[in-house]
C-alpha cells in the first residue's frame, strides 16, 4: 500500500481543504454539439484535487461569449478558464497536459477546417504548418513536446486566471459584470 496516498477521515470532512483550484470550461457556441464532442467532454481527466465546472454561453457573438465567461470566471473567483470550442473534440488527457504544462497561458494543437489545414497558432503572423506540428512530435518521441508561438485560437486554451487579473492591474481597471441584471 502506499502510505502517501491515504487520506485521513478528518481530510475529507471539509473537501474544499483539498481544493487547489477550480477549472472552468467556458463554450461558447452558437448549434449543436456533436455526439463525438460530446464523449470527449464527458472522458476529459481533471488534475488531481481541481473542481471543475462548465459555462455554456449562447446566443451571443464568440468574442462577447468568451468575455462573459471570462466574466463569470472573475466573480466565481476560479483559478483557470479553458477555453473550448464545440467543434474541438478532446482526448481524455488534454486538460491533464495543458494543465502540467504550468504556463499560463497554453493551448492544445489543433487544425483549421479548411486546407491546407494549418494549426490554429501563428509564429510571426505566419501559420504554424501541420508538418511543422509533426516534425516537432517526431524529433521529442515520448515527450509532451511543446512549442513556442506568438498567437493562438481560443478554440482549446488553458488560461490561469491571473492573466486577467494582471491585465486589469496593468490598465487599472475594474472588474464588472458585462451582463444586465433586472432591477
Known amino acids: 500500500m502506499d502510505v502517501g496516498k491515504i487520506m485521513c477521515a478528518w481530510e475529507f470532512s471539509n473537501p474544499k481543504s483539498q481544493i487547489k483550484g477550480e477549472i472552468l470550461v467556458g463554450l461558447p457556441y452558437r448549434s449543436n454539439f456533436s455526439a463525438r464532442f460530446v464523449r470527449g ?85 505566419v501559420p504554424v504548418a501541420r508538418n511543422t506540428i509533426i516534425e516537432k512530435r517526431n524529433s521529442t518521441p515520448n515527450t509532451k513536446a511543446l512549442m513556442e508561438v506568438h498567437e ?8 490561469d486566471m491571473r492573466v486577467f487579473e494582471r491585465i486589469a492591474n496593468f490598465h487599472k481597471l475594474q472588474w464588472y459584470c458585462m451582463l444586465r441584471h433586472p432591477d
Do not use: W
Open 41 to 125: 467532454l464527458l472522458s476529459v481527466q481533471y488534475p488531481d484535487y481541481f473542481a471543475h465546472s462548465v459555462f455554456f454561453e449562447t446566443g451571443l457573438p464568440v468574442d462577447i461569449a468568451r468575455n462573459v465567461i471570462v466574466a463569470n470566471g472573475l466573480q466565481r473567483k476560479v483559478s483557470h478558464i479553458l477555453f473550448l470550442d464545440s467543434d474541438v473534440i478532446l482526448k481524455n488527457d488534454t486538460i491533464l497536459q495543458l494543465k502540467e504544462s504550468n504556463f499560463p497561458i497554453v493551448s492544445g494543437v489543433y487544425f483549421g477546417r479548411n486546407p491546407p489545414y494549418n494549426a490554429v497558432a501563428n509564429i510571426n503572423s
Open 152 to 159: 493562438i485560437g481560443m478554440g482549446c486554451a488553458l488560461i
